[in-house]
């Protein structure tokens, strides 16, 4: 209606400046007894982004996430990542946990979608959680977007259990979910320090899924450095046969000077220092295998 357009009118304006006549007249808009002007508020102040009284905004949204209109709410929660990406706002990413829970699909797909928009959030885990929970979540659009969002928020810190909710995706009835699980896992390795909380049976299925031939996994993105620290650091000899296929997919060239690794890769060399002999021995043992196995 005339209302409907003239939130999208307002957003259009007040992009162009801080108008705090437009934002007041959206804020308002968010509380009119029909539910498709206050959805189409929380978009328009999503447009907008943030504003000068930010806080005033944000606390107008988050009321909007809890409006008995599942189109509000739907709309609230894109609109909520733009204007509240800082991540240590707390408000905004309980909010948006909750919305995880929502009774209607298309919220929890929305909030979802937000937290890839956000890109990570304060409490790392408490994020990583919810989005693992959405992994089981009925509708395979929410599932899909959940492995998309866990791609997003584990960057901001250990990808140890993203990576294993990921894996399981990876056995998902729905192509789509499959696809959305193995492209947030290659995110997630080319933001990884270590995964050497990975127990033996994730490894073994991770380096299935690397060696697949039809998954179209970038190799150049990944370095086997990641794969290095993760059997250095567990003395996991099921990291081998990852380390050194990795490596001869890329031609990067792994040097041994006494306890010290260096890894040539496109990135730069990269050292790892105070190395045991057994675990080198191991690895050299590894690659001679490895590369007999390529040729043959």
């Known amino acids: 209606g005339v209302r409907d357009s003239a939130c999208f009118a307002l957003a259009t304006i007040g992009k162009a400046r801080d108008n705090n006549k437009v934002i007041d007249t959206l804020l308002a808009a968010l509380k009119d007894e029909d539910h498709g002007v206050r959805s189409r508020a929380s978009m328009a102040l999503g447009k907008i982004g943030k504003v000068v009284d930010n806080n005033k905004v944000i606390d107008a949204l988050l009321d909007a996430l809890k409006d008995k209109n599942d189109y509000v709410r739907r709309a609230a929660c894109p609109a909520l990542a733009t204007i509240g990406k800082a991540p240590d706002n707390n408000k905004v990413i309980d909010a948006l946990l909750e919305r995880l829970k929502d009774n209607d699909v298309y919220v929890r797909g929305s909030a979802c979608h937000a937290?890839?928009?956000?890109?990570?959030?304060?409490?790392?885990?408490?994020?990583?959680?919810?989005?693992?929970?959405?992994?089981t979540d009925e509708n395979r659009d929410v599932r899909s977007r959940a492995c998309n969002a866990l791609a997003m928020i584990g960057k901001a810190g250990d990808n140890n259990t993203a990576i294993v909710g990921l894996l399981k995706a990876l056995k998902d009835e729905n192509h789509d979910v499959r696809r959305s699980a193995g492209n947030a896992i290659e995110r997630c390795l080319c933001n990884t320090v270590t995964l050497e909380g990975l127990n033996h049976e994730l490894i073994a299925e991770l380096n299935s899924y690397i060696r697949a031939s039809n998954n179209g996994l970038d190799f150049n993105d990944v370095t086997p450095a990641i794969f290095l620290r993760s059997y250095l650091g567990s003395n996991k000899a099921a990291w081998l046969p990852l380390v050194t296929y990795v490596a001869l997919r890329q031609n990067i060239?792994?040097?041994?000077?006494?306890?010290?690794?260096?890894?040539?890769?496109?990135?730069?060399?990269?050292?790892?220092?105070?190395?045991?002999?057994e675990s080198l021995d191991k690895l050299k043992i590894a690659f001679h295998n490895q590369e007999e196995e390529l040729n043959s």
């Open 253 to 277: 060239a792994v040097t041994v000077v006494e306890n010290r690794l260096v890894v040539y890769g496109v990135k730069g060399p990269i050292p790892l220092e105070n190395v045991d002999i």
């Open 115 to 135: 937290f890839v928009m956000i890109g990570k959030a304060g409490d790392n885990n408490k994020g990583i959680d919810a989005l693992l929970a959405a992994l």
